[in-house]
């Protein structure tokens, strides 16, 4: 049976979260890592696993991103505190990967 994730990324300084859906968790985040997903999470460096839920069913997991991307920041960082306290980097803690990588800033991001 497949797993589907929930998560939330988040940079060095927790000023900007990512909400997004997989069907890998630590491929994932290693992808965010590494700079691979385009867009938005590489734009603000969000390499930092602050949370995370596991569905059987790919529908439901896709309806719970939706749900938490609908949520204000707050409810967001209540959600993320509530499996989390310290705000700890859970790829670390959890998957057992290694520290997120100190990525330079660049002055023209694409």
């Known amino acids: 049976m497949r797993s ?16 997004g859906v997989t069907n890998s968790l630590v491929r994932r985040v290693y992808q965010h890592r590494k700079g691979e997903v385009s ?4 734009r603000y460096n969000l390499n930092r696993l ?12 896709i309806g719970r991103e939706k ?3 609908g949520w204000t920041r707050k409810k967001k ?4 505190s509530s499996k989390n306290q310290e705000w700890c980097d859970m790829a670390v803690s959890v998957l057992g990967l290694g ?4 990525a330079r800033w660049r002055k023209n991001a694409d």
Not at 77 to 80: F, G, Q, T
Request: aromatic share 18%; glycine share 4%.
């Open 39 to 42: 867009g938005f999470t590489k």
């Open 67 to 69: 749900q938490i991307k």
């Open 99 to 102: 520290p997120a990588p100190v």
């Open 77 to 80: 960082e209540e959600l993320i």
């Open 50 to 61: 602050m949370y995370y839920e596991q569905f059987d069913d790919i529908r439901n997991a």
């Open 4 to 19: 589907y994730f929930v998560y939330i990324m988040t940079n060095k300084g927790a000023t900007t979260l990512y909400v």
